[in-house]
């Protein structure tokens, strides 16, 4: 599927969502692939088109997601000297995340470079004492060389493999600010509907003076863990991170359900739940135990 839009005199701007490749350089990678669309590689006869946006991350609005552990107004608080500032445990949450390419088929095409940018907002849309504010936005810039070697071990295919960088931030100043920045190598394998990925990290250290959470490494660890499985057109996901490395004190345990709806074949029910530390920036060291609903735009398969 493609969707094209363009104003007058504009340049035509391509966002690609599963498309079957044409390309027999793509055909020979992907034969089989069961993550290629979404998570790793894209048909070529759109990756070397202009002003191409694809799926990096899953796309999706969550209508009402509830933290029983309840949303931390101490930050706002502090930062506007109003101790009456009190937050919603319900609010809706969006996340948009797409990928462009910058260069393909390098080393007789065995290797692509990326750029990609993910927003996450928090909104406490239904608190309207407050005025209804973005409690929380996190932006996520990075850029990635991406492999293609497509090893096979034990009944598993690597199917891609890469290394990064990413920076973080929720763009706030004062007691409100957070960021911070990695490199990153991010390996993916699959067997039949299941697809596997671990992402070992390290910190790009900062100045003492100009950090304004020297302890992120404490709550959200040195990696993640991701499992997706695909039945029919539902899509179980699985993400684990810090659990092990802090001994089940700090760590953080994401699901996801994306399901298809009646009469509506354009997008997927979703449901989400989080327990743990770092669903946002602003409460790294805060635990939530939120469950939502809403809308699937793209997952990871």
Known sequence: MEHCSRQPG??????VHAIPAADDQYDRLSAGCLTCDKMGMHPKEHVLQPFTLMAHKPNYILFAAYNASSYNAGPFRDQFDDP????????????????????????????????????????????????????????????????????????????????????????????????????????????????????????????????????????????????????????????SRNNLESGFQRGSVELSWSFPLPYWPYLKGYVHYFNGYGESLIDYNHHANTIGIGLSLTDWL
């Open 10 to 15: 504009q340049q035509k701007t391509r966002i």
């Open 84 to 239: 009456g500032i009190n937050l919603d445990d319900t609010e809706a949450q969006f996340q948009l995340s797409i990928k462009f390419p910058l260069l393909v088929n390098l080393f007789n095409n065995r290797a692509d470079i990326y750029a990609a940018y993910t927003n996450r907002s928090f909104w406490q849309v239904y608190n309207s004492k407050e005025s209804a504010p973005f409690r929380e936005t996190n932006h996520e810039p990075e850029a990635w060389i991406q492999f293609h070697p497509r090893w096979q071990l034990l009944g598993f295919t690597n199917v891609w493999n890469s290394l990064g960088i990413v920076h973080q931030s929720n763009g706030r100043g004062g007691e409100l600010s957070r960021s911070w920045n990695r490199v990153y190598a991010w390996l993916t394998v699959e067997r039949g509907n299941l697809a596997m990925s671990i992402k070992p990290w390290i910190r790009i250290q900062e100045d003492a003076q100009d950090d304004d959470n020297p302890d992120i490494t404490d709550y959200l660890g040195h990696g993640e863990f991701y499992a997706s499985y695909k039945w029919r057109r539902n899509i179980f996901s699985l993400m």
